[in-house]
Nanobody
Framework: EVQLVESGGGLVQAGGSLRLSCAASGFTFDEYAIGWFRRAPGKEREGVSRISSTDDSTLYADSVKGRFTISSDFAKNTVYLQMNSLKPEDTAVYYC?????????????WGQGTQVTVSS
């Protein structure tokens, strides 16, 4: 059973920083990407950032580029999201996600989420 356990959320003032961690276990995927989505109140879930297991390539949402940095320790199956210069609009529940790729499709697995609140 795939398990994703997030930690590191909390309350921070605008301009501050937080670091999220996600420990993944219970999988043996050949090819996958691991990263973060978020859902703000009243909004749809959006992708924030992800990193590929095959080549360490990264993707970022335009809204977080230059402020957030994703990193991983694939040996420990852990991914981190360093969030700097936080803004009130970054307030959301952040979900760790692992996407397993196979020949024809993909499958998503999700963590329980961790709340990030940025006060103005």
């Amino acid at each position: 059973e795939v398990q994703l356990v997030e930690s590191g959320g909390g309350l921070v003032q605008a301009g501050g920083s937080l670091r999220l961690s996600c420990a993944a276990s219970g999988f043996t995927f050949d090819e996958y990407a691991i990263g973060w989505f978020r859902r703000a109140p009243g909004k749809e879930r959006e992708g924030v950032s992800r990193i590929s297991s095959t080549d360490d390539s990264t993707l970022y949402a335009d809204s977080v580029k230059g402020r957030f940095t994703i990193s991983s320790d694939f040996a420990k199956n852990t991914v981190y999201l360093q969030m700097n210069s936080l803004k009130p609009e970054d307030t959301a529940v952040y979900y760790c996600n692992i996407r397993e790729f196979n020949v024809y499709s993909f499958r998503d697995y999700w963590g329980q989420g961790t709340q990030v609140t940025v006060s103005s």
